[in-house]
């Protein structure tokens, strides 16, 4: 059974950086989608982020690219988002989430069957 576990959000102004950690448990790095998506109460789930697990080239929303890096330590089964110059508008609640299977795009992200509890980044002005 896949369990993930996002840590590494909190409260920055605008301009800051966070980095978030994603630990894995179970075969979640064997073959999958992973990535990263947030979500507010506002705005509908956006996936931010995704790479594949074996050799993947990394994928981002149109809103992060350039801000926002997606990486991964494949022995220690960790998947981390690294997130600079933040805005206020990536205020949400950010989650890690794995899809398995060969393909991956942002839309396989959105289609994850596991992600976990989530990590909350606000971000002020």
């Known amino acids: 059974q896949v369990q993930l576990a996002e840590s590494g959000g909190g409260s920055v102004q605008t301009g800051g950086s966070l980095r978030l950690s994603c630990a894995t448990s179970?075969?979640?790095?064997?073959?999958?989608?992973a990535g990263w998506f947030r979500q507010t109460a506002e705005k509908e789930r956006e996936a931010v982020a995704a790479i594949h697990t074996v050799g993947g080239i990394p994928f981002y929303a149109d809103s992060v690219r350039g801000r926002f890096v997606i990486s991964q330590d494949n022995g220690k089964k960790i998947l981390y988002l690294q997130m600079d110059i933040l805005r206020p508008e990536d205020t949400a609640m950010y989650y890690c989430?794995?899809?398995?299977?060969?393909?991956?795009?942002?839309?396989?992200?959105?289609?994850?069957?596991?992600w976990g509890q989530g990590t909350q980044v606000t971000v002020s002005s």
């Open positions: 989430a794995t899809n398995p299977g060969s393909l991956c795009s942002l839309k396989q992200l959105l289609a994850s069957p596991t």
């Open positions: 179970g075969d979640t790095f064997g073959s999958s989608c």
